[in-house]
């Protein structure tokens, strides 16, 4: 088969467009908590009891229409503004899933399966918080940090230590966000760049019938749709959608790890993470949201299988 480049630039162009909206949004939250959020605001949050905090911070999403590719830019400045790395991963993870888009398309799309629906939301949020806390015990989490970021959080850091209290004018607030903002936007759009041409490049080069085939099979139904949920690279806010268009081959459980993993990973995920975290952390994290979601999955069956949804 002939590598088919119309296909794949239109492919391409659709994720970059897709996407760009909600990474606009994301880049835009994300100025704003740099000049205007306090570390006093989110220490109020990320103070109180560990399993509180967490839940908190995972129901973050639910106020940010903001999907997995928006939300980077976020927590990269939440981490500037004071954010432990288990906040900031649990954000990551539960932001995507527990958004009111996310949530709506979901039950719009499946409003026949509640369980399906209520393990994905609810399912979600709580695999979010355990892997989130399972990094509180870490010793050094900056070691799992670009050295970009560490300089930028060490310079917040000196600028509140010396902070002399003066003010700005409103023309100087406004050169000042568009400069941050622009920056900003720059930065991260290259990272959804490369991972979109990456995601374009797989769905192009491999026929979807191969996942269909092999899909068949319920022994590798889940793990094809969690691979699918990975190269696909698609919105949250929209993969409900997708899912359904699998619902005559696959069955409810696999679909729901592809609803759970995909917004917590992907190959655009990947791309625009490396701005923030270390190729090794990614990794880290990747097995375990796979481990996470094959987990969540099994429950899903044997809640099935004993009839209770």
Not at 67 to 86: A, D, H, V
Not at 94 to 101: F, K, Q, S, Y
């Amino acid at each position: 088969m002939f590598f088919n480049f119309e296909r794949f630039y239109i492919t391409s162009l659709g994720i970059v467009f897709g996407a760009f909206p909600f990474l606009l949004l994301g880049v835009v939250v994300a100025t704003a908590i740099q000049l205007y959020g306090k570390k006093e605001w989110f220490a109020l949050l990320t103070r109180s009891h560990p399993i509180l905090s967490h839940l908190y911070i995972a129901l973050f999403g639910l106020f940010i229409p903001v999907c997995e590719c928006g939300n980077i830019p976020i927590i990269k400045k939440l981490m500037i503004r004071g954010f432990s790395l288990s906040h900031a991963v649990t954000y990551l993870l539960a932001a995507p899933i527990v958004n009111p888009v996310t949530i709506f398309t979901t039950y719009q799309v499946f409003s026949d399966y509640p369980g399906l629906v209520a393990f994905r939301i609810v399912g979600g949020l709580i695999l979010s918080i355990i892997i989130g806390m399972s990094f509180i015990a870490i010793g050094n989490p900056r070691q799992f940090l670009v050295p970009s970021l560490k300089r930028e959080i060490e310079l917040d850091e000196e600028s509140n230590n010396s902070h002399s209290g003066h003010g700005h004018n409103h023309k100087n607030k406004i050169e000042e966000f568009s400069s941050h903002f622009i920056v900003e936007l720059v930065e991260t759009f290259k990272y959804l760049f490369v991972g979109s041409i990456i995601a374009a490049f797989v769905q192009t080069a491999v026929p979807r019938e191969f996942f269909v085939q092999i899909g068949s099979n319920p022994l590798l139904s889940l793990l094809v749709m969690i691979l699918f949920a990975f190269v696909i690279a698609v919105c949250s806010n929209v993969d409900a959608f997708i899912a359904l268009s699998f619902s005559n081959v696959f069955s409810n459980a696999s679909l729901l790890g592809f609803l759970v993993f995909g917004p917590m990973m992907d190959i655009k995920t990947v791309s625009m993470l490396r701005s923030i975290f270390t190729n090794k952390f990614i990794a880290m994290l990747t097995a375990m949201i796979f481990t996470g979601t094959i987990v969540l999955v099994y429950c899903y069956y044997l809640v099935n299988l004993i009839g209770i949804v």
